[in-house]
Nanobody, 121 residues
Framework: QVQLVESGGGLVQAGGSLRLSCAAS????????MGWFRQAPGKEREFVAA????????GYKESVKGRFTISRDNAKNTGYLQMNNLKPEDTGVYYC??????????????WGQGTQVTVSS
């Protein structure tokens, strides 16, 4: 089992930046593929970005490519999502998720509690 705690959300103006963190505890974080998902009000949760357990592959939602960067520091048991040039449509609750030796597009079975990101126009 791995437990995930997100932080770094907040209110930012359009064009601004935020860096989300996902702190993991429990089983070895380095064996988990990590993903970021978000859910806007009234919408379903959607995939944003992911990085494989060994850092060899990353994947992004098309609309965030070139603006968001996912990374991880296995020595610190922490994952990150750097978000630049934020847009109002990026607003939502952002969740960190993990899958043991998982694929980018696979099923994630460990989830954090979420952190709110609000982008004002």
């Amino acid at each position: 089992q791995v437990q995930l705690v997100e932080s770094g959300g907040g209110l930012v103006q359009a064009g601004g930046s935020l860096r989300l963190s996902c702190a993991a505890s429990g089983r070895s974080f380095s064996t988990y593929t990590m993903g970021w998902f978000r859910q806007a009000p009234g919408k379903e949760r959607e995939f944003v970005a992911a990085v494989t357990w060994n850092g060899s592959n990353t994947g992004y939602k098309e609309s965030v490519k070139g603006r968001f960067t996912i990374s991880r520091d296995n020595a610190k048991n922490t994952g990150y999502l750097q978000m630049n040039n934020l847009k109002p449509e990026d607003t939502g609750v952002y969740y960190c998720a993990a899958a043991f030796l998982g694929r980018i597009g696979g099923t994630y079975d460990h989830w954090g509690q979420g952190t709110q990101v609000t982008v004002s126009s």
